[in-house]
Structure formats: structure tokens, C-alpha cells
């Protein structure tokens, strides 16, 4: 049994929804109606190399794939523990990780959504957590499936977006239709070379110097900017000329060891398209309420 | 073949469904914008002409000097250049970004800054926007605000206008009391004057900073100043007092009073189950 035949038959005699009372209001009087909560998970394991196992002075240059960039120590050989080559690099198989676990557990919550004839799916909520110790996460996609009120008609593929309520009627009154929810992750590993070393523990920028100006840490700025125009760059190829707003952008960073970090940023947002003209709303009137 | 969309149209059901008939029917045929405005705050922005152009960011990391924490008297200097280059690099960058993307400014610009005993970071993430349809203008002139859209709106409906980020920074030493002096006060009610004079201190070079970034961008003055301060976490000896906010100027010749309609709330619905009330 595959994970979308488990719903029964209960579905069919009474609706589900994650909406709030307001929302379910507001779906109302957009003319839809919620036809069931829907929901989408996926459990991935991400290969070893994904979890921080992979030791330093393994490969010192990286399969080059995407963004990689090396940098070379230039004191010579001073010991064996001097870090004489550092490097970044794109982590494709975390990205690839993270971009399957999302297209499944959404595709399963679209698929339920499609067998309720459903034409789009509202309020979604996504979320990821660690499951079974390191290396696995859980992918979870949750929404309320909608149609039209009075008709059986349903594209192929619903759409989907974290609106709801007002604040997706406002969009449709701007002039936009949902398409679908847009998610992107870039990963960058820094493997810091001594000159990074030094500076992130607060050396100067010439060795064993006692500078003390302040210098910028070119290896893992370089880094973070990449892993931004990544994501960013990864959302953008699934927008075809539409518009994505409300974009949620988040850069983490974890360091395993001392000038070992890896930078992962998660994107999310809102892809819809422009169904009309642009008509400006008059300016709002400011108010202060009385209380 | 649907009905053409219409959105003036007073019934939302029929908004609703010719919307979504056309976005099915139709291909996207603008450029791709990406923002991270709220609908909310893409209406207010289009209200008052202005669009948005591309999520924009900006990053840097500077060094500071190891042992920089521990001993000393007065401001940390490495520490506040260190704060102040880092600010400004992330600045420039986002500032950069916005104009490749034929952008006039960014709003809603989130800060994000962390002091490391041998390192300072700022992130900077916003949206570039522009009036509709305008040209491109030099990196030097695209401002950055941390303003909401909805404030950008407001303050541009005033007669003023945003020209960008003024930051100022200082990390102070808090002198060392002698053992005399611990002693003396260890059973006392006593006020640690080295704490608050340090806090003091870098209160004033922090806001001085500010204020001479707010001048040099030609502002007349500083809006929705955000505040950082109080000891250094991993420095039991140091105090730090950071601050920023969106410099402002009058765009016009004189500001525009905004005179706002007073409202009262007839749907307290929280007073029918308010306990309280049973009192």
C-alpha cells in the first residue's frame, strides 16, 4: 500500500482543515471550500559524507562540481599540523538530500490533495527534524486542500501556497495566482586554510605577528556569499518568469571542528503568477484605534 | 475561454475563480522578481509606486586580535573597527546587489550580528525595490533601510525619504577593582561605578558614531534606532553597546502631516471570557 491509498473512507462524508476560524471564513467567501487536511512526509538518510565524517587532508581538492574554490597556504612547509591548503566547496549531496526530501513528502501531500479533487492546497506548513539520530531527517508537508465551491472540476496538479485566508485573497485582489510553494537549500563546507585558522582564532593576518588590526576573513565571507546566491539562485530556476514572494531565508552555521564549518542556507516562499494588470490601491489611510 | 480578470471586481468568488482560470491558462510573461515583502507589504509598497525587485543580502566577517578582551583600560578599539568594517562591507555588498538588480534601495533590511571573542559578523537580508518601472542608478546612491515596507510607505507619504544604515559601535573596558576595594565593598550595597562608567562610555562613542554615519550619508537624523548592550558574554571585564538604524531626510520642502482617523474597537471579544470579570 503506498502512502496515499491509507486515507478512508470517512473523507468523503466530512472535511478536514488546518484553518484557523478566520481563515475558514475567509475561504468561504472566496467561493472555495475545504475539502481535507493534507499531509506528505519523507524520511531521508543522507550519506556519510553529509554528517561531518568526512576528515580533513582526505582530498585535498574536491570533485569539482558546482561552486569550489582552493586556497593555498603561503608560508611553505612549516609542520605537520600547518593547515597548507583550504578549500570550499558546494556540498551537492547534502542540496540533493534535502531537494529530494522536499519534491516527495510535497508531491505525496499534492497527491492527496488531487484524489480529494482538490484545486489547490492553502496554508502549507513545512517542517524538518532529525530523526533516528544523525544523518536522517524527516520531511513533513501539511495543508488544507481546497476546490471550488460547486463544481467537480480540478486541474492535474493543484496549487499550492503558504497563504491563507485574507492575506491570499489580498493576493488574488493585487492580481496574482497561486502557483507553488518554492523550496531551495545550499550547502558550502569551508575547510579553512591557515591564514582563515589564524584569523578565526584571532591571530593577524601575518602569522604569529601580534597584529592588532582588524582584517576580513575573505575564506568563509567568500563562503556565506556563495551559499546566499545559491539558494537564491536555486529558487529562481523554478519561478519560469513568475513572481516569488514572501520568501523566508535562513543561513545556519556549524562548525565540527575549529575552521571546519559547514554554512547551509533554506529558502521558501511563495511562487505566483501576475493574472492581471497592475492597478495600484489608493494610499491607505493610518488610523489609531482607541482602546 | 474564462472571463478576463478583473480585480475591482466586488465579489470575491468571481475574483477568485477568473484569477485562478487565468493562471492556469496563462504563462508567466514578466521578469521573475523574488521578494520577501508580505502580501501586506507589497501593497502598501505598490500604493505608493514603488515594486520589488530581487532578495538581496550582504555578509561579512571581520577578525579581532586574540587576548583582546581580557586586560586593558578604556574602548577595545579592534573590537569596534572590527564591528564598524563589518557593518559597512555588508552594507556595500547588499548595496552592490540591489543595484545590479536595477534597484533604487532595500527595505526591510533584517540585521543580523554576532561578536565572537576573535571575530565580528554581520548578515544583512532585504528586499531591492524601486519606483515602478525606473531606470538604474549607481551603487552610491541605492540606500538600505532596516524599515518595513509599510514604514518606507509611511515615511515617504511624510515627505521624507530613507538614504541608508548608520551604525556605531564600542566595547569598553570595565576596569578591575583592587583587592582593597572588593574587600570593602563585598558587604555593602554598593554601586560599581567601573561597570556603569564603562557602559556609559560606550554609550556615548556608540551613539556619537551613529550620529557622525547619519551626517555623513546627509541625513538630518536617525529612525527606529535599534540598541544592543550590557556585558560581553564570554569577557567578564568588557561592556558593549551597539545601535543602528535608517537615516532620514526631508525629500521635499517641508513635511507632510499625516493626520490619522481615530477608530475604536467595538469586537473586544476577550472581555466575555475574561476571569477577571467574575472578580
Known amino acids: 500500500m503506498s502512502v496515499a491509498d491509507q486515507s478512508g473512507d470517512a473523507r468523503s462524508e466530512s472535511f478536514t482543515s488546518g484553518l484557523s476560524v478566520s481563515d475558514f471564513a475567509a475561504v468561504l467567501a472566496m467561493g472555495l471550500e475545504p475539502v481535507g487536511l493534507v499531509q506528505g512526509f519523507c524520511a531521508m538518510q543522507s550519506s556519510s559524507y553529509a554528517v561531518g565524517s568526512l576528515q580533513r587532508n582526505l582530498s585535498p581538492y574536491r570533485e569539482a562540481r558546482g561552486y569550489v574554490e582552493n586556497y593555498q597556504c603561503p608560508h611553505g612547509m612549516v609542520a605537520g599540523e600547518h593547515r597548507m591548503w583550504g578549500q570550499n566547496y558546494e556540498q551537492y549531496w547534502v542540496e540533493e538530500t534535502w531537494n529530494q526530501g522536499f519534491a516527495s513528502a510535497s508531491a505525496r501531500m499534492l497527491d492527496e490533495a488531487t484524489r480529494l479533487g482538490a484545486v489547490g492546497v492553502m496554508g502549507v506548513v513545512d517542517t524538518q527534524s532529525t530523526l533516528a539520530g544523525a544523518g536522517v531527517t524527516e520531511f513533513h508537508f501539511r495543508g488544507t486542500a481546497v476546490r471550488l465551491a460547486g463544481t467537480d472540476s480540478a486541474p492535474s496538479t493543484p496549487w499550492t501556497t503558504y497563504l491563507s485566508g485574507q492575506r491570499l485573497l489580498k493576493a488574488f485582489e493585487a492580481g496574482f495566482a497561486p502557483v507553488s510553494i518554492v523550496t531551495a537549500v545550499a550547502s558550502v563546507r569551508v575547510w579553512a586554510y591557515c591564514i582563515t585558522e589564524y584569523l578565526l582564532g584571532g591571530g593577524g593576518i601575518s602569522a604569529w605577528s601580534q597584529d592588532a588590526s582588524t582584517v576580513e576573513i575573505d575564506q568563509v565571507v567568500r563562503a556565506q556569499s556563495q551559499a546566499r546566491a545559491l539558494v537564491r539562485a536555486s529558487a529562481r530556476a523554478q519561478l519560469h518568469g513568475d513572481v516569488l514572494q514572501g520568501v523566508d531565508l535562513i543561513a545556519t552555521q556549524h562548525e565540527y571542528e575549529h575552521g571546519d564549518i559547514e554554512i547551509q542556507c533554506l529558502l521558501r516562499g511563495n511562487r505566483a503568477r501576475r493574472v492581471g494588470d497592475f492597478v495600484p490601491l489608493r494610499a491607505p489611510d493610518a488610523t489609531v484605534r482607541l482602546s | ?279
Open chain 2, 1 to 279: 475561454m474564462s472571463a478576463p480578470f478583473d480585480p475591482t471586481a466586488s465579489d470575491a468568488r468571481e475574483l477568485v475563480r477568473t484569477a485562478l482560470a487565468s493562471g492556469a491558462a496563462e504563462r508567466a510573461t514578466g521578469a521573475a522578481t523574488t521578494s520577501d515583502l508580505s502580501i501586506d507589504e507589497e501593497l502598501n509598497l505598490h500604493a505608493i509606486g514603488w515594486e520589488s525587485v530581487e532578495l538581496v543580502t550582504g555578509y561579512s566577517m571581520f577578525s579581532t586580535p586574540v587576548g583582546l578582551w581580557s586586560w586593558g583600560q578604556g574602548e577595545i578599539v579592534a573590537a569596534a573597527q572590527a564591528h564598524a568594517n563589518a557593518f559597512r562591507m555588508a552594507a556595500a555588498r547588499i548595496s552592490d546587489e540591489a543595484a545590479a538588480a536595477g534597484a533604487h534601495g532595500v527595505v526591510g533590511v533584517h540585521v543580523e550580528r554576532a561578536v565572537h571573542p576573535s571575530y565580528t559578523e554581520v548578515s544583512l537580508i532585504g528586499t531591492a525595490v524601486r519606483p515602478i518601472g525606473a531606470g538604474r542608478v549607481p551603487a552610491t546612491r541605492v540606500f538600505a533601510s532596516d524599515l518595513s515596507a509599510r514604514d518606507f510607505a509611511r515615511l515617504a507619504a511624510s515627505g521624507w525619504e530613507p538614504l541608508g544604515l548608520a551604525v556605531g559601535a564600542s566595547f569598553v573596558y570595565a576596569p578591575r577593582r583592587t583587592m582593597g576595594a572588593v574587600l570593602q565593598q563585598q558587604s555593602q550595597n554598593v554601586e560599581l561605578a567601573n561597570y556603569t562608567e564603562a557602559i556609559y562610555s560606550a554609550r556615548e562613542l556608540a551613539m556619537e558614531r551613529m550620529q557622525r554615519a547619519a551626517i555623513d550619508l546627509k541625513g538630518t537624523g536617525v529612525v527606529e534606532v535599534k540598541i544592543v548592550e550590557g556585558p560581553m558574554a564570554f569577557a567578564s571585564h568588557a561592556v558593549g553597546f551597539a545601535m543602528w538604524g535608517t537615516v532620514v531626510r526631508l525629500a521635499g520642502s517641508s513635511h507632510q502631516n499625516v493626520e490619522p482617523t481615530m477608530v475604536v474597537s467595538l469586537d473586544d471579544a476577550a472581555l466575555a471570557f475574561d476571569a477577571a470579570t467574575l472578580e
